[in-house]
T-cell receptor, first 108, second 116 residues
Framework: DAKTTQPPSMDCAEGRAANLPCNHS???????VYWYRQIHSQGPQYIIH???NNETNEMASLIITEDRKSSTLILPHATLRDTAVYYC?????????FGAGTTVTVRA | SAVISQKPSRDICQRGTSLTIQCQVD?????MFWYRQQPGQSLTLIAT?????????ESGFVIDKFPISRPNLTFSTLTVSNMSPEDSSIYLC?????????????FGPGTRLTVL
């Protein structure tokens, strides 16, 4: 799996969009970008994934740059329940390598 | 989605003893994994539990310390053997599916182990 780099922490205001960056400059052509999050004391939860195109689901949007060297996870309207550690993972097989992630704190 | 349960949810053990953690899935799945999350750290993959054959261990993890069983497609166990305080961690099982055309993993709630 390609190495990913994320900021260690970020704050955002409740109700505002949260934009979480991830660098994966060595990503290979067949590696997907996955995002998971881990709310305190729970197992990680899948959020979204993408290969080349931007993706949106009921939880978030994923914007991948054209050169695929970076991506941004967007939580459109952050709530207090979105406070968690967010992991960006680049992978082309069944194994997921979790980095340190970004600790996101949503403040009222 | 897959619903995963783990037993026990937490335990406090004495050094030198062993603990077996159970992972039960509500549907048949091909891929099951065991992870360790040390205090304040991210998740580290221990091994892939293979049904009907020996588990595949990641670098730094060995079968003698973390024996794994996978008797069928819905159940697996991880044993933490001859425990020391350094084994105090959260142990999580996960299952992977390609039902929707991509690798989506579902995680259990974890087992919080404290070794005294």
């Amino acid at each position: 799996d390609a190495k990913t780099t994320q900021p260690p922490s970020m704050d955002c205001a409740e109700g505002r969009a949260a934009n979480l960056p991830c660098n994966h400059s060595t990503i290979s052509g067949n590696e997907y970008v996955y995002w998971y999050r881990q709310i305190h004391s729970q197992g990680p939860q899948y959020i979204i994934h993408g290969l080349k195109n931007n993706e949106t689901n009921e939880m978030a949007s994923l914007i991948i740059t054209e050169d695929r060297k970076s991506s941004t996870l967007i939580l459109p309207h952050a709530t207090l329940r979105d406070t968690a550690v967010y992991y960006c993972i680049a992978s082309n097989d069944y194994k997921l390598s979790f980095g340190a992630g970004t600790t996101v704190t949503v403040r009222a | 989605s897959a619903v995963i349960s783990q037993k026990p949810s937490r335990d406090i053990c004495q050094r030198g003893t062993s603990l077996t953690i159970q992972c039960q899935v509500d549907s048949q799945v091909t891929m099951m994994f065991w992870y360790r999350q040390q205090p304040g750290q991210s998740l580290t993959l221990i091994a892939t539990a293979n049904q009907g054959s020996e588990a595949t261990y990641e670098s730094g993890f060995v079968i003698d310390k973390f024996p794994i069983s996978r008797p069928n497609l819905t159940f697996s166990t991880l044993t933490v053997s001859n425990m020391s305080p350094e084994d105090s961690s959260i142990y999580l099982c996960s299952v992977g599916t390609y039902q929707r055309g991509y690798n989506e993993q579902f995680f259990g709630p974890g087992t919080r182990l404290t070794v005294l």
